[in-house]
């Protein structure tokens, strides 16, 4: 049976019909919610917020989730030097789950999910920060399914219209970095981290170091001198090389993009004096 009409929410998922939006005075939550990490790509979705979206520093409400991750404590330490009014929420999800994280493999089951029901609540806009190439369908959480199906559950729970994005779907974390320093922020996102090993700064040897790497070369600058080792020589550098060759030679793009495989290649061609 449709249920014609409800009040406040304009889309629920049971619904057949449209329900009437109303205005944003009957919304009381913050205008937008993020959460904060001490990455570069949630530090950069910050700085955007207020110089390139314009909402208030105070509307923003940056919240750090401490989920059991083994880098927790590095994350908090990095986020205590930048400009980032945040506050920490501990849910000791990981502890409750059987699959834990390491630096080889640092999948938590549906993380998103919890932070942005969490962040939903507080505010009408929640950014779950992703990038032009995680944009695919085995980032779970994190792809253009999920936002939307998180983002209709959300306006049923709220009552109110709610929206799960990421402000960054079309660019890549060199165009962020290159966005950076246009606007005199290169020093910020110069001071956030991208790894996960639960000491070292950037050890070179996992995921995300290899694919900061990868950002800061193509944004033209050689980071290499920051890495316990250098991470296109580290074993997961050579992972992604075989990943990529086996993308090729199946002719399968669903997990990694023609464009993101291009850009690997060229790096480690200049890298070799062939640029």
């Not at 057949?16 to 919304?27: E, I, L, N, S, Y």
């Not at 913050?30 to 001490?38: E, K």
């Not at 060199?174 to 001071?191: E, M, P, S, Y």
Request: hydrophobic share 40%.
């Amino acid at each position: 049976m449709c249920i014609e009409w409800k009040p406040r929410a304009d889309l629920y998922i049971d619904d057949c019909a449209t329900v009437p939006a109303w205005g944003a005075t009957d919304d009381d939550r913050h205008t937008l919610a993020i959460g904060v990490s001490g990455g570069l790509d949630s530090t950069a979705a910050y700085l955007w917020a207020q110089l390139v979206e314009g909402v208030p520093r105070d509307e923003i409400k940056a919240v750090f989730f401490n989920l059991g991750q083994p880098y927790a404590e590095k994350e908090l330490e990095t986020l205590s030097t930048l400009p980032i009014a945040f506050e920490t929420v501990e849910l000791p999800l990981v502890e409750m789950q059987n699959t834990k994280p390491t630096v080889e493999s640092h999948v938590i089951p549906a993380r998103n999910l919890v932070i942005a029901s969490y962040l939903a609540a507080i505010a009408k806009r929640v950014w779950i920060v992703g990038v032009k190439h995680e944009q695919h369908r085995f980032m779970f959480d994190k792809n253009p399914r999920f936002y939307a199906t998180a983002s209709h559950a959300a306006t049923q729970a709220a009552g109110a219209p709610t929206i799960i994005e990421t402000p960054f779907a079309d660019m890549e974390k060199a165009d962020l970095i290159r966005w950076a320093r246009q606007v005199g922020h290169q020093d910020t996102l110069a001071k956030t981290i991208s790894c996960h090993d639960p000491k070292l700064k950037h050890c070179g040897r996992c995921h995300p170091c290899v694919k900061r790497y990868v950002a800061y070369y193509l944004a033209g600058e050689d980071t290499a001198e920051l890495y316990e080792e250098h991470p296109l020589r580290s074993t997961e550098g050579g992972h992604f090389m075989v990943r990529y060759m086996k993308a090729i030679t199946q002719k399968d793009y669903s997990h990694y993009t023609p464009e993101r495989i291009a850009e690997h290649f060229a790096v480690v061609l200049m890298e070799n004096g062939h640029g």
